[in-house]
């Protein structure tokens, strides 16, 4: 391919910035998910769908005046 044709860009399937028509791979410009996260910022394991993800959940009282 011509350099002026080249297409540069991340050919890993696992990042979220894939393009399958890369002719000039670079991976160094992949872009992933955060952890516990998918490529659109959305939990991918939140059960009581309050939008924090349940690995980053905090098990405990929230009332103030409790003494725990």
Request: with cysteine; proline share 0%.
């Amino acid at each position: 391919v011509c350099d002026e044709d080249e297409i540069e860009g991340c050919f890993d399937e696992t990042a979220c910035n894939y393009n399958a028509e890369v002719t000039d791979i670079n991976n160094d410009l992949c872009e992933y998910a955060d952890e516990y996260y998918n490529c659109d910022g959305e939990c991918l394991n939140d059960v009581d769908d309050d939008g924090v993800c349940d690995e980053l959940e905090v098990a405990g009282c929230t009332n103030a005046i409790a003494g725990n």
